[in-house]
């Protein structure tokens, strides 16, 4: 299995202003994944981020406002820019080890 | 793309008896099929999984079933326990954890 954090675990922002989440990995992984989870809803794939190259994005999810980075193996952020009350929801990160996905511990944002 | 339906959304048992969860799926060519239980603020978790070389796997209390031809598989939860209570995830992708998509869900109550 493998360690998953995230920062910020919650936070409360305005309309407007943008997040970067951040996602730490205990060991090296390939593919890195960011999931939204609105309320009482499934998860949605926003983007696969590899090391080394950009991120690939789903269908209604477009890099200016999901910027990704992924530095190295163990790290990848998600800023969710020019935040609207509809971006209200969970964020996780998940990896892909051994063929199977583990989920980080989410970031709940709540923009006012 | 995958598309994953997943039925009922909601189901209550007693404590003691089964609970059967279905999903299909639309890409033929997926061939792995996790089972995520997600508990009140958690992260989703992976109780079991298949993949399309075998149409049955049991782990204790759980089975998956997996029905190619007919492009679907079910979650079966024998004995169920009240610690099962949880919202249930089942999902389907290509080459394991490539873009992985995930049914709506199925919120199980167990009640003692």
């Known amino acids: 299995s493998a360690v998953i954090s995230q920062k910020p675990s919650r936070d409360i922002c305005q309309r407007g202003t943008s997040l970067t989440i951040q996602c730490q990995v205990d060991?090296?992984?390939?593919?890195m994944f960011w999931y939204r989870q609105q309320p009482g809803q499934s998860l949605t794939l926003i983007a696969t981020?590899?090391?080394?190259?950009?991120?690939?994005?789903e269908s209604g999810f477009v890099i200016d406002k999901f910027p990704i980075s992924r530095p190295n193996l163990t790290f990848s952020t998600l800023t969710v820019s020019n935040m609207s009350p509809e971006d209200s929801s969970i964020y996780l990160c998940?990896?892909?080890?051994?063929?199977?996905?583990?989920f980080g511990p989410g970031t709940r944002l709540t923009v006012l | 793309g995958e598309n994953v339906e997943q039925h009922p959304s909601t189901l209550s048992v007693q404590e003691g008896d089964s609970a059967v969860i279905k999903c299909t799926y639309s890409?033929?060519?997926?061939?792995?099929f996790p089972w995520y239980k997600q508990e009140l603020g958690k992260r989703p978790q992976l109780i079991i999984d298949?993949?399309?070389?075998?149409g049955e796997k049991k782990d204790q209390r759980i089975a998956v079933t997996l029905n190619k031809t007919a492009k679907h598989f079910s979650l079966h939860i024998t004995e169920t326990q009240p610690e099962d209570s949880a919202v249930y995830f089942c999902?389907?992708?290509?080459?394991?954890?490539?873009?992985?998509?995930f049914g709506a869900g199925t919120r199980l109550t167990v009640k003692p």
């Open positions: 981020a590899n090391q080394g190259s950009e991120a690939t994005y």
């Open positions: 890409d033929s060519a997926s061939n792995y």
């Open positions: 060991s090296q992984v390939t593919m």
């Open positions: 298949i993949r399309s070389n075998v």
């Open positions: 998940s990896v892909a080890i051994y063929n199977e996905q583990f």
């Open positions: 999902a389907a992708s290509l080459n394991n954890n490539n873009d992985m998509r």
